[in-house]
């Protein structure tokens, strides 16, 4: 099997979580940059209209000069905390698919770690949906890559949200959970098809073998 070339995140990152028997790294990715846009902005915005209140204030002398180097400091530095959360949030979100697992790991050293893992010789993917919505996110070639997998007794869905090139990844994840199956049984064959649509792209696993002609 092929190993996706172009990883986004450096190989010590990722080796602590190839950790099975013969797993081979696949994938790596953070979130889209632009997903921290926003957020990151807002503050910027907030904390300058802040500076020119306290500006205005002390023209007008309803502040002393040093209050207002005072607030003007505590205003910053909530900010710059702000920021930084932020992009240290962003910076330890990331997605990392294997051979043998999918796993999304949430962390911020000293503050919280969450890794939300799929074994893929535990569940059967159904469906891969990838969405794109809206004229900005088609801009910075931003989407999502939903994964329906089967278990025996329900179904769920994992997701990866926000990424970049998402055509690109959603048809290779395709392209692996198919080679991943190897030699299917006779009766219980996959069979994938593209199905296009507005701002969207859907690979479907027909569950059951399709009927025909005897």
Same mark, same amino acid.
């Given at each position: #099997?092929?190993? +996706? &070339?172009?990883?986004? $995140?450096? &190989? ?12 081979? *790294?696949? *994938? ?13 902005? !807002? ?11 306290? $500006?205005?204030?002390?023209?007008? !002398? ?35 698919v294997t051979t043998r697992k999918i796993l999304e790991v949430r962390s911020l050293p000293f ?27 088609? $801009?910075?070639? #931003? !989407? ?6 089967? +278990? ?7 997701? *990866? ?14 392209? #692996? ?7 299917? +049984? ?7 098809? &593209?199905?296009?649509? &507005? ?10 073998? +399709?009927?025909?002609?005897?």
């Amino acid at each position: #099997m092929n190993i +996706r &070339k172009g990883l986004s $995140l450096p &190989k010590h990152f990722c080796a602590r979580f190839v950790c099975l028997p013969n797993e081979q *790294l696949l *994938l790596a990715t953070r979130t889209h940059w632009f997903d921290i846009l926003s957020p990151i902005g !807002g503050v910027g915005i907030v904390a300058v209209v802040c500076s020119a209140v306290i $500006l205005f204030l002390l023209i007008n !002398g309803a502040l002393s000069f040093l209050h207002f180097l005072s607030l003007l400091l505590i205003v910053w530095a909530i900010a710059a905390g702000v920021i930084s959360f932020t992009f240290f949030s962003w910076y330890f979100h990331f997605y990392i698919v294997t051979t043998r697992k999918i796993l999304e790991v949430r962390s911020l050293p000293f503050i919280y770690y969450n890794v939300n893992d799929v074994l893929l010789d535990q569940v059967r993917c159904t469906e891969l949906d990838i969405q794109r919505n809206g004229l900005i996110a088609s $801009l910075v070639n #931003m !989407g999502s890559i939903i994964i329906t997998f089967d +278990r025996p007794t329900h179904q769920e869905e994992f997701t *990866l949200v926000n990424i970049h090139d998402p055509e690109s990844v959603g048809i290779f994840l395709g392209d #692996m959970l198919e080679t991943i199956r190897g030699n299917p +049984r006779e009766n219980d064959q996959a069979f994938w098809y &593209k199905e296009p649509t &507005k701002n969207r792209y859907r690979f479907t696993e027909e569950i059951y073998p +399709r009927l025909t002609p005897s």
